[in-house]
């Protein structure tokens, strides 16, 4: 994989990780990942098997950060009923 793509691709998993960003920051960021992934394919920037790996890192970040999102609404649907 091309360097200066692996750093925006890393930089860009570490705002998803870190930042508790809203839904429409998440899906932004999202996408924006995803941009380079394909791009990066597209333009010969990483392997099949490269951009096949980086879907699925973007994969599971998604589904921690809906981990996370059901995570607060239960825990304040139980700060409501104590």
Known sequence: M???LRYA???AYERLKLLEP????FASSYALCLGMIMGGRTCGGMSK???AAERAHLSM???LY???LLARSD???QDRRA
Do not use: F, N
């Open 75 to 77: 825990s304040a649907r």
């Open 22 to 25: 809203s839904p429409a920051d």
């Open 61 to 63: 970040l998604a589904a």
């Open 66 to 68: 809906e981990i996370r």
């Open 9 to 11: 691709l890393d930089t």
């Open 49 to 51: 098997d490269e951009a």
């Open 2 to 4: 091309h360097a200066d």
